[in-house]
């Protein structure tokens, strides 16, 4: 009980007002054990999918990964009790850590499939890419909680928070990871936008693009245009880059209405399909079990998305609030970017389908941001500090 | 500013009035903008985040839904993997059987990269037991290169058994190398039956972009002879098998599989036996000699001399010995029956009497004067007798066969009848035999000679009554036109004389469509053959049978293949023995028998044999006689509904 004693500075106190000393037992009982069964029912389709992708075995995918779904839910969990104020205080030196995780990732990173994303920290291999995106989710709840929707209007107020966001998409598109970039990018973006970023800010700020993308692509080299060129049509490039899209593509396609059926996917079974059990897991549900189960799971992700951004709206709190928006929106980004990586619609990009692909790091962090959507969720009534929203608080 | 936060917290939490309850109403106000900013955006990027995944959902409904046969096709074709299968080459084989062209077991060393941990290691250890050449080991290499680790590269074939035994006892040592069977062609009776049967050889890219068949391993095509010919017979039809397979192409289950239909049985009208007695009558001199059968033109026996070994094409001919086959002057990768051409000479002169006698020109008794030569448009020809031949008939003319009855009766008729005539007869036209590469010989025209911007001479016509200037023929031609001239018929001369023992329509003679000449005209003709070998002053008494009851009528030729000039006729001192190999005449002999039942036609030419009477003339006998005798059976029996009907 003593650890999760309000605790925390002056400074924190003043943001946040007391939290209510909830007993474990009722602090268990605000958890939203609704939520935690979708989370349960999509890694129960993870599970299957990836005995599929076995060869209809729990091994070598679905055991392991079961494992640490486990894990997972009890980190989940755990870190649903804390209190806002304890992750307040940890939201810095969680960020620096993954900072320095991503350089030590470029320092001495192991090359899989062309780019340096893992590093082995205690035997473990772990990707700091995925670890970034919830240690920013929770840097920014926190750096915004403190800036009052009122100081919103003041753009100076966003460049530290800017910084803070460009910092690790840099590193990670140094690794090169651009789907993870520009997932960590759409983070930030979402949350600047929900803490109350002007719009007149926005539209300044879009502005240029149209014109730097255009001086971007006449400073790209001809192979970099031959990239994007098979990017768009994969067909000109069918046993090259586009080898990957066109196997999903077909895998996805033949899986028509009803699907093959459970283990008789051809292009998966076969091996034609890469990557079948991380990044394109997705592709043998869908080939399996059709357009049908493919709408199932796409529909249990809206669900979860759509939950954590009710629940972010339900919070009284700026900071649970921003900080239960940022992993809904960091849940959604991973998902759109799967699912149009594996549909053909955008360049492949090292993405898993979260709680579904094969990948320790995908999955503890992914389960960590769940733990601070709960923590967001069980302390929902908790209200701001005067500091927080109020436009004339002043600052230690 | 002191705030104490500590009363106010929950959900109903407590608020205070008063002084500092105004200030808090302002800041409730302001956390309640804020909040409605954040919920307002919040259901923003719900709809958003909605609105993108239903997207992605009618993406996958186009996917899955819209082009679902179409990519299900694009799967199918991922993962069923067609394979055809090599047919076995059909064989060829002679009249009785016995095989001219057939598959042979061939033992092979092949090498399975994926079983061994150290290929160049295993390769090497190879060589130590089995030499490798070094275009093996390049091949070896190249392969390797190509092909994916589980498809066996062939080390070595034509494995001996010795071999074998040597790397079955050293198989620890050799991780991944296995003993494997496959077939080659092989050719029992060698150079014999080389220029008939052909030959095979790899096929070259553009034969593998026609067919597909032919790009599997082992295939062959015929280059040469039958084996070329009837090559789309003997190649069979591929069979296939389809067999999944995963994306490295590994082959997983058979799922259906479609026998192919073997290559056809093709059998020669040849006789193998006959075939090595003409040739061991003709020995080592470059000549060319065919038996046909003059019933139906079926070819018993053709030979030309010197030939080679065809299995050498199979496994590729060395530099050395190709030099050695174009640089002799011999020419044996020629087919001579079929391709070589030779003037007929003065057995061209029953085409001319008959070219008179259909045309009614002159009457079998009508009588020319030879003086030893005759004298058109100022310039003067010579008889083969210095001395001349006297009154001299149609018999007389070609039982002496004397040059100027025939110059006589050539310029009264002139060339386009003789060249109809011929040409109906089969010389120097191009005749329908089942082998690639026969010319045509040529029987000059006025016409001719015209398209070559050549005036056409009254001499021209005066030599080409007896076979000499432009008039070239083949042996195989020669043969055709003397069965024509002992039969009536205008049978065509042929190889195949059954497909998977099924009688082809030509070994019929009533195939065989009557000639349109008067019978008068071939009885005199006929005759005039008779003469020549049979009776007393002809000019072939070598050519008599020795089989008593059985009489031969033939014509001999000698053919110049340089003019000899008047200088060196009158010295008086010309011989033609004397004369370089090359400049001597070509000896020719055309014969049928027995005379009253004409059953063979037999053509000789010799090249460079100097005289036909005294070269030709007895080869061709020999040869008659072996025909005749050698399987006397086959004489009474008329060609048969089977096979073995010939026997």
New interface residues.
Partial sequence: MSALRPSGSRFH??LL????GFSLASRLWRVNWLYVLLICALAGVGYVALCSAGGGSARPYAGPQAMRFGFGLILMVTVGMLPLRLLMRLAFPTYLASLGLLVAVLRMGHVGKGAERWIIVGGVQIQPSEFAKVALVLMLATWFSRI???RMGNPLRLIIPAVMTLLPVGLVLKEPNLGTAVIIGGIGA?LF????MRLWQIVLLCLPVPALLKIAYAHLHDYQRARITTFLHPESDPLGAGYNII?S?????????WGKGYLQG??GQ???LPEKQTDFIFTTI?EEW??VG??VV?GL??LL??GG??M??RS?N?FG??LA?GIS?NF?LY??VN??MV???IPVGGVPLPLVSYGGSSMLTVMLGFGFLMSSWVNR??????S????E??EP | MKFSGRKIFGRSGGRHRGRQGKRQNRDQELRDRGRGVFTRRALLLMAAQTATLGLLGRKLYDLQITSGEHFAKLATRNQISKRLLAPPRGRIIDRFGKALASNQTNWRALLLPEETTDVPGTIERFAAIVPLEDHDRTRIAREMRHQRKFVPVMLREFLSWNEMARIELNAPGLPGVLIDVGTTRTYPEGPLTAHIVGYVAPPNEQDVARSALLALPGMRMGRSGIEQSQDDLLRGEAGAVEMEVNSVGRVLAELDRVDGTPGREITLSLDAGLQQAVQNRIGDTAASAVVMDCRNGEVLAMVSTPSFDPSLFDSGVSKAQWIAWTNDERTPLINKAVAGVYPPGSTFKPAVAMAALQNKMISPADCFVCRGYIDVGGARFHCWARHGHGSVNLHLGLKYSCDVYFYEVARRIGMDRIAATSHELGLGTKLDIELPHTRAGLIPTPEWRQKHNHHWNGGDTIVSGIGQGFVQVTPLQLATYTSRIATGRAIGPHLVRAINGKLTPESDPEHWPVLDMPEQAFKAIREGMFAVVNEAHGTAPKARLPIPGIEMAGKTGSAQVRRVSRALRESGHFNSARLPWEYRPHALFICFAPYDAPRYAVSVVIEHGNAGAEFAAPLARNIMTDALLRDPANRRTPPGQTVADAL
């Fill in positions: 106190r003043r007002r007391e939290e209510p009052s929707y009122a979402a936008f929900a803490a109350g196997q593509k077909i895998a996805l396609g033949s899986g028509g209405m051809t292009q076969l091996n034609f869908a059709g357009f493919g709408i796409m992700l809206l998305i759509l951004m009710a972010a709206i009284r700026r609030r921003l928006l929106v959604f998902c759109l699912l149009s549909m053909g619609a009534d908790v209200r701001s500090g005067e927080a929203d109020n436009g608080a002043s």
